[in-house]
């Protein structure tokens, strides 16, 4: 596998960290024996942790009023993917790319997958884009794309799709994740089970299209772009749609997609209960933005949400497999440094979710004991379990600390030179 970052400069950083990591990581696990909890057992778990990176993710982003530009932004797909190399070269955690569609679309997806390959990565669900218009689209997404009164704007929408799908198999890719910003501004602009219902004809025809071992992940939003009525608003429009499209087609739960203090890891125990639960975007929300750094505002959610997921393994084994994928937008840091310190946070919440005493937690709650209960989550989440991710990543070849790792690599600066800003271009990001 290549690396992209100097392996002599990454391993002259963990040397200079190695005593200090090793000090704490004995101190962690004398205290976690005494919690009857072997470490060496987290740390392998840590280590098989993964969460997949979104491509547009690695671009500054922007909000509705400006987008300021980072040094050194990939201008395409290629430069992206060297981006991602980095952070799971330094992370560990990071193996999976999701592309979105038309922005990452290339001619030659053989040569693609190549240079994923060589950096160790492979490409996880596709994303259509049919939230904006594209140069040379005959029917606009104005007024809507997979809803759009307009049947052949329904058609071309559906296409779209459909060419995803085709890209994403010649790429490896497993599963088609379909967000549309479709919906109404203004009460009586839609009949809203119209709306719907000529959203599941599209769906169904896209579904139809799916390959036999893919899932069609559908991902709901409370609203923006539209304000009123959002067609695919919340979990329960998510999940009826997926009961009605059949099997392979799962809920994508984007934890900034939901009105602020929804409980989401009910809606997350609830769609694994109903085996409909085909993964997340995680982020973190404050307000009505959904793009912030994961566990940046609620890493207690977070780690809640990852207690679900822990309950859910245990009960469904090895077949409960949701795909787990970062889905930020980053505009005052440097992206690759949020997605590596992002891919940390999941994992940390990952990590202690396994440390949850899952058997004395059914003891409290089958005495009806809430203080117990609620402190068997609390002793879990307030565990430090840093030194436990340094050293899942060093041993399977990453940075001790990622973040400086990385600066010291002056990686920035090199790629702020080979990639000079084009005059004008968006290359990169949500805009
Ligand atoms: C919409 O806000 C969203 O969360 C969807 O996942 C999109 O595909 C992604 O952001 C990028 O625009
Ligand atoms: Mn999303």
């Not at 949020?338 to 979710?353: K, Y």
């Amino acid at each position: 596998m290549s690396t992209i970052i100097d392996s002599g400069r990454a391993e002259e950083h963990n040397a200079q960290l190695r005593a200090g990591l090793n000090a704490d990581y004995e101190a962690l696990g004398g205290m976690l024996a005494r919690r009857g909890v072997d470490i060496e057992k987290l740390t392998a778990a840590a280590r098989t942790f993964a969460v997949a990176l979104p491509s547009w993710g690695v671009g500054t982003g922007g909000t509705r009023f400006a987008r300021f530009p980072g040094r050194g932004e990939p201008r395409n797909v290629v430069e992206k993917l060297d981006d991602c190399a980095v952070i799971h070269q330094l992370t560990r955690a990071t193996p999976g790319v999701s592309l979105h569609f038309p922005w990452d679309k290339t001619t030659d997806p053989v040569a693609l997958r190549q240079q994923a390959q060589n950096h160790g990565l492979y490409f996880d669900a596709v994303n259509s884009n049919t939230f904006q218009d594209q140069a040379g689209q005959e029917h606009s997404y104005k007024y809507g794309s997979l809803t759009a009164n307009s049947a052949a704007t329904r058609a071309q929408a559906v296409a779209h799709n459909i060419e995803c799908i085709e890209l994403g198999r010649a790429l490896g890719s497993k599963a088609l994740t379909v967000w549309v910003g479709d919906g109404a501004n203004f009460p009586g602009q839609h009949n809203l089970r119209g709306a719907l219902e000529r959203y599941l004809d599209s769906m169904r025809d896209i579904y139809a299209a799916l390959p036999v071992d893919w899932l069609m992940f559908i991902e709901h939003k409370l609203f923006e772009p539209a304000f009123y009525a959002t067609t695919i608003a919340d979990w329960g429009t998510s999940f009826a749609c997926a009961q009605t499209l059949g099997d392979k087609a799962r809920c994508l739960v984007d934890l900034g997609h939901h009105a602020p203090n929804t409980n989401i890891e009910m809606i997350v125990a609830r769609l694994a209960q109903f085996g409909k639960l085909g993964g997340f975007h995680f982020n973190d929300s404050k307000y009505g933005d959904d793009d912030l750094d994961s566990g940046s505002i609620n890493p207690f959610q977070l780690f809640l949400v990852f207690n679900e997921l822990a309950d859910a393994a245990e009960r469904g084994g090895a077949a409960f497999k949701p795909a787990y994928m970062l889905d930020q937008s980053h505009n005052v840091t440097d992206p690759i440094e949020s997605l590596m310190s992002s891919a940390v946070e999941v994992q940390r919440a990952f990590v202690q979710a396994q440390l949850v005493d899952r058997a004395a937690l059914r003891q409290h709650q089958e005495a009806n004991d809430a203080l117990q209960s609620a402190q068997a989550l609390k002793q879990a989440y307030r565990t430090d379990v840093s030194a436990i991710l340094a050293m899942a990543r060093l041993r399977s070849g990453g940075a001790i600390d990622p973040v400086a790792c990385y600066r010291a690599s002056g990686y920035r600066a090199k790629v702020a030179e080979a990639r000079p800003a084009k005059a004008g271009a968006s290359s990169s990001g949500i805009v």
